[in-house]
């Protein structure tokens, strides 16, 4: 895949929101659904787009939530939008995280260069830094596609 539009397509996804990542159900892919917006005078339509990581050897997802945040933010009632009125803490419930500051995709690594000597097709790497997750993924390939509202991620392929 072209470095350079990999970059634009991951350009693209700044500032909107991941509503859900994870391997696909066949387990080869990583997919990260987003939640793109436009200022409304643009007149353009919200969308849901797949972000389809193809070939995921790798995939990394730590915290960017401090400890003495997280150490706030253990009652259950956190995890629900409903129940989370006049709690301290991070709202887990919100049920998404704000895409910033965004996705890039990394230099050329020892990991990529193995992975693409090993399998026989190129390999990169990308970070996507969220306001609570840091995802960092091994692929080979990307397809952005729109998902209908309610996209279920785990039905049967």
């Not at 929101?17 to 990260?32: I, K, P, Q």
């Not at 629900?80 to 995280?97: I, N, P």
């Not at 000597?117 to 091994?138: K, P, S, W």
Request: proline letters at 5%.
């Amino acid at each position: 895949m072209d470095t350079a539009v990999l970059e634009q397509m991951l350009d693209e996804t700044f500032d909107h929101a991941v509503v859900h990542h994870g391997y696909t159900s066949y387990l080869r892919d990583y997919e990260v659904v987003v939640y793109a917006t436009a200022d409304p005078r643009t007149d353009v339509e919200p969308a849901y787009l797949r972000y389809l990581f193809r070939y995921c050897v790798e995939a990394r997802c730590e915290s960017t939530v401090p400890p003495e945040t997280w150490r706030v933010s253990l009652d259950d009632r956190l995890i629900d939008h409903e129940t989370d009125v006049d709690l301290d803490g991070y709202v887990w419930g919100a049920r998404w995280h704000a895409l910033y500051p965004g996705a890039k995709l990394l230099p050329e690594s020892e990991a990529t260069r193995r992975w693409a000597q090993a399998v026989g097709i190129d390999f990169h790497e990308v970070c996507i830094e969220t306001n609570a997750q840091r995802l960092t993924l091994l692929f080979s390939d990307l397809q952005v596609s729109e998902v209908p509202t309610g996209y279920a991620p785990f039905t049967a392929d």
